[in-house]
């Protein structure tokens, strides 16, 4: 039993996420999604070739979790790899702003 996290590569109608409830394992769960046994929006991102990785894993979650972590709308900030890009995107523009007084101080 467990809740996932499903990361897309690219985004399918607006969404880039997918949080599910399976009580067998998260892998299995996403064959089933492939192979079109699954929510709809997986099956979507599959067929229009998005990667499509499993980011977080609760091994205890039951439905009642998974039911308030949808309400939160905002899976973004569970997933470990989008808080990883926003990291990467807010140095860059640190590092930019740097180079500008720089420049700026010459
Ligand atoms: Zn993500």
């Known amino acids: ?31 089933d999604h492939k192979s079109g046994k699954g929510s709809p929006l997986v099956r979507a991102a599959h067929s229009l ?16 979790f998974e039911r308030s972590l949808k309400n939160r709308k905002d899976a973004r900030s569970l997933c470990p790899l989008c808080q990883e890009l926003r990291r990467k995107a807010r140095n860059r523009a640190a590092r930019r702003r740097r180079k500008k007084l720089e420049v700026k101080n010459t």
């Open 49 to 64: 070739g998005a990667k499509i990785r499993i980011v977080r894993l609760w091994p205890d979650g039951d439905r009642n």
């Open 1 to 31: 039993m467990a809740v996932y996290l499903l990361h897309f590569s690219r985004k399918v109608s607006h969404a880039r996420h997918y949080i599910g409830f399976t009580d067998r394992s998260a892998e299995e769960r996403l064959e």
